[in-house]
């Protein structure tokens, strides 16, 4: 067994490795768990923006409807003053009214429960809930009056954020109770409630008369001055996202820019203009630059075919390319060293080989 001393340690260099070593764990840790963090984030973001600014609305629409069909809603000279003997009420005092019904099936004779000297808040709440009317309203405004049996059930059981302050806003939180069983099945409904309105929208403006009434609409929108610019954009944009045509990209290429020596990504999506094409004496592609880190905010160009390269790159690499800002290369593109002296020597090789096939096809033609 050697007895060789071992290599003096440098002072530092073991807590640098060790700081180096957490350091790069941790970033690891980092770049792993980033992604799905923020794809759930980004997910919960557009769940919520669509229930705030599609689903709730649909639904107040819907509840509104339904309290305005369905409601028990009366006015003062619909009602009576409670008869004698009628207990003061928690919370109303002798403030309430009822229906003249009540009072008519009350008589003079109306049989109390076995040990029960009079009238008593419970059994008001209990047998006369819906006859028993109590206001609803604010001061500024007339005064409306609603059973008693549907006050309580919003107030002390449903409980809703805000507490509605008119009798029709209390009749929306009594018609999502008892038309739908969960907050989901209203939202549920609202949704395919739209799905059907959007369908027969587009039914309608297909139509001869929809068109023309799409036209004028937009004719009194373009003339706004802060409408129009707003409203343009958006057309532009909803038009080329939901158009039946697709775009498709051909293929993936290089092109110099925004200087020469420069070389950017793209597709082309297309042959060029004729007039350009004209100028230039020579076939133009359209190509779509992407923008890192999102493609879809790229510009388009049209240059001349022979001033572009074709990538070996698909599309769905080359979109990894753009988004990660060039990080994720595909491994038959990494422009190593060995890598790129053995592309070198193919092209050359393929380069000889067509020159010399050129050279045979000219000397056999020659006299």
């Known amino acids: ?30 770049a792993i768990t ?27 629409v819907v509840r509104y409807s339904l309290a305005n069909w369905k409601n028990d809603i009366r006015t003062k000279d619909q009602l009576v003053s409670p008869p004698r003997g009628f207990p003061r009420l928690e919370n109303w005092d002798r403030n309430y009214l009822v229906t003249k019904e009540m009072v008519e099936d009350l008589g003079p004779g109306q049989d109390l429960p076995q040990g029960m000297t009079g009238i008593t808040p419970e059994w008001v709440h209990e047998k006369w809930g819906h006859d028993v009317f ?20 919003v107030f002390k059981d449903l409980r809703p954020q805000p507490l509605p302050t008119t009798a029709i806003g209390l009749y929306m939180e009594v018609a999502s109770e008892r038309n739908f069983s969960s907050w989901w099945l209203l ?16 039914r309608f403006v297909t139509a001869r008369i929809g068109k023309w009434f799409v036209r004028k609409l937009e004719g009194v929108l373009v003339r706004v001055p802060l409408v129009r610019n707003v409203y343009s954009t958006v057309k532009q944009v909803t038009d080329f996202v939901l158009s039946e045509r697709e775009v498709e990209f051909q293929r ?42 999102v493609p879809a905010g790229g510009f388009t ?28 290369i595909p491994p038959h593109q990494v422009a190593n060293r060995g ?25 056999g033609n020659s006299p």
């Open 1 to 30: 067994m050697s007895n060789a001393p071992l290599p003096p340690v440098k002072p530092g260099s073991q807590s640098a490795s060790s700081g180096r070593s957490a350091t790069y764990f941790f970033l690891r840790g980092v």
């Open 34 to 60: 980033l992604p799905p963090v923020l794809t759930l984030l980004i997910l919960l973001w557009a769940v919520n923006g669509f229930n705030t600014y599609v689903i709730q609305p649909i639904n107040t």
């Open 134 to 153: 109590v206001p609803m309203g604010r001061a500024s405004g007339p005064v409306q009056y609603v059973p008693l049996a549907d006050h309580d059930l």
């Open 187 to 202: 939202s549920a409904v609202s949704l395919s409630m739209a799905i059907v309105a959007m369908y027969f929208i587009g």
């Open 252 to 293: 993936v290429v290089a092109l110099e820019y925004p200087r020469a020596g420069s070389w950017t990504l793209g597709f082309v999506t297309g042959e060029g203009m004729l007039d350009c094409a004209a100028v230039v004496r020579e076939p133009m592609v359209t190509v779509l630059v992407p923008t890192s880190p």
């Open 301 to 328: 160009v049209m240059v001349s075919r022979s001033s572009v390269i074709d990538l070996n790159l698909t599309i769905d690499q080359a979109v990894q390319f753009v988004v990660s800002c060039g990080v994720l």
């Open 339 to 363: 890598a790129l002296e053995r592309e070198l020597h193919k092209r050359l090789e393929s380069a000889q080989v067509a020159a010399g096939a050129g050279a045979g096809v000219t000397n």
